[in-house]
DNA sequence: CATAAGCGATACTCGTCAGTATCGGAACCC
DNA sequence: GGGTTCCGATACTGACGAGTATCGCTTATG
């Protein structure tokens, strides 16, 4: 009203930054547990030991909150330049496992199960979803599988899409229609005893 | 009271068979578009053009309901004993690819994405859809891969179970994470580009 | 110290849904 | 025909959850 005002000038109590990332990892973590439609918003706060006027001060919706914690999660994602060509397929994977945070993967997956289906219900979670979180990981891996084409270790008529989703597929029905846990180990097994024999090389 | 009432003798109107049949279809159509958790019991009276007493008459609750459409889907299990041993694996897959009902494989698929958080939630309905509906299937691919082993196709070292799950795997995350259609023709895709290279054969 | 905003906590509104009750009518048995 | 049960339809009850409002307190600016 007054006049210029050329910068937010912020008056009063500032934000808590630390409360974003404790709210955003309650959500991820309620969300690994009792899926898109099982979790509340009470669940989420008080496991954040937050107020819902907290929450909503700074996500419009349940919908918003879900949809920026799982955004949080692809600030990691690796992409194909961060795997340098370390001369073999199998070396390769090495080097994309040890660049991985190498350490959520069972939540990853749990919570991926926990949205399935919303996934076919709600087409802009399901594009977002698809974007930030599966096709980074897909992307890497079709990029590692032509790298080995080039190299002459991969027939060229294979067909790579197809393989890129072998691991990602039996993971993710491993957590969610088995139950049964997705670790490094079961990932490193199922690179040993499926991914390599399908592509044709042996470890 | 009065006497014995040696069977139990129906007096007034007749259950109508035809309405269990009309009510478990719209059950697993419902569940099939909209998941368990979003599935009501009124969308499933009004599809099946029944009152919502009738359902309840017939199951005492939601969840029997839906465990008792979903045990209706296994009554048309194909087992090992229905597929002759026909020489070798690809002839096998065939003629178990014939047996089964050919027909609502994708149905399927869509109805165990939109029951998998609750598989994680409810261990009951968990253990009825892995016995029912998960094991029968992995349990004759099992069979079938031993065959082979015992033919020598198949390298006598592979490991069993995890290729019995490439292509069950395979077609739910195409389905309940990708969103794309699961058909008859994808499935042979899967076969023929990663199962049969996964075990060293080639089509 | 006065004003302004963030904080956790709690109570409230309002729509939705599982399950129950009731209705008029139809099918079945004696 | 009388009694009983099924049928579809509709209204009702009670619980639960998203989103809003308010309270007393704290943290900032000036």
Redesign the interface.
Known sequence: MTVEQTAARPVGRRRDPERDAAIVQATLDVLA??????MTVDMVASRAKAGKATLYRRWPSKAHLVVGAIASLTETNVTLSDVPDSGSFTADLATMKKASGHSNIGLKM?I???L??S???DPEL?AII?EQL?APRTTLMRGLLLRAVERGEIAPD??LD??A??V???M???C????QPVTLESHQ??ID??LL????LRP
Do not use: H, K
């Open positions: 547990e009792t899926g898109y439609e099982g749990q991926l199960a926990g399935t289906p996934l076919a219900s399901a698809r599966i294979r067909d197809a393989l989703l072998i990602p597929s039996m993710f029905y491993r969610a229609v088995l139950g097994s199922l005893e499926i024999p399908a592509v044709g």
